[in-house]
């Protein structure tokens, strides 16, 4: 396979990676208010993204392998409001262990890595765009 192809490929796989990591991230941040429905019931539980390197033979390189969405397992915050529905016998409402400080942070950092995979993309096409005119010449 062309080398620019290749690399046009790999980052095309952390492209994808990056999207999907701004997906959970967005779905976070959408929820970091989301108690649960009856007194003492869970809220939502933070949800994370992994990825693993992917050797693809064709490729002859390792690529961004489809990433797995977990949970994070951390506590869940405790507000003090007995008026609210999910409030258990204390007052107590548990309120969703996401961090709307360190979301914003990962979504930086996902939109930055996504960017500069299309750097490379659009590079690897000027490559190939001057390569194709110096052997017209």
């Given at each position: 396979?062309?080398?620019?192809?290749?690399?046009?490929?790999?980052?095309?796989?952390?492209?994808?990676?990056?999207s999907?990591?701004?997906?959970?991230?967005?779905?976070?941040?959408?929820?970091?208010?989301?108690?649960?429905?009856?007194?003492?019931?869970?809220?939502?539980?933070?949800?994370?993204?992994?990825?693993?390197?992917?050797?693809?033979?064709?490729?002859?390189?390792?690529?961004?392998?489809?990433?797995?969405?977990?949970?994070?397992?951390?506590?869940?915050?405790?507000?003090?409001?007995?008026?609210?529905?999910?409030?258990d016998?204390?007052?107590?409402?548990?309120?969703?262990?996401?961090?709307?400080?360190?979301?914003?942070?990962?979504?930086?950092?996902?939109?930055?890595?996504?960017?500069?995979?299309?750097?490379?993309?659009?590079?690897?096409?000027?490559?190939?765009?001057?390569t194709?005119?110096?052997?017209?010449?």
């Amino acid at each position: 396979m062309d080398p620019i192809d290749a690399t046009m490929k790999i980052a095309t796989s952390g492209m994808k990676a990056q999207s999907m990591r701004l997906r959970v991230v967005s779905e976070n941040v959408a929820n970091a208010a989301s108690t649960g429905n009856a007194p003492g019931a869970d809220p939502y539980r933070r949800k994370t993204v992994t990825f693993q390197n992917v050797l693809d033979r064709k490729l002859g390189a390792e690529v961004v392998g489809r990433g797995k969405i977990g949970t994070d397992k951390s506590e869940f915050r405790l507000t003090y409001d007995p008026s609210h529905p999910a409030a258990d016998g204390r007052g107590y409402v548990k309120m969703p262990n996401v961090n709307t400080v360190i979301e914003m942070a990962d979504m930086r950092e996902a939109s930055r890595g996504y960017e500069a995979n299309v750097t490379v993309i659009e590079q690897a096409k000027a490559m190939s765009s001057r390569t194709l005119d110096l052997l017209r010449d």
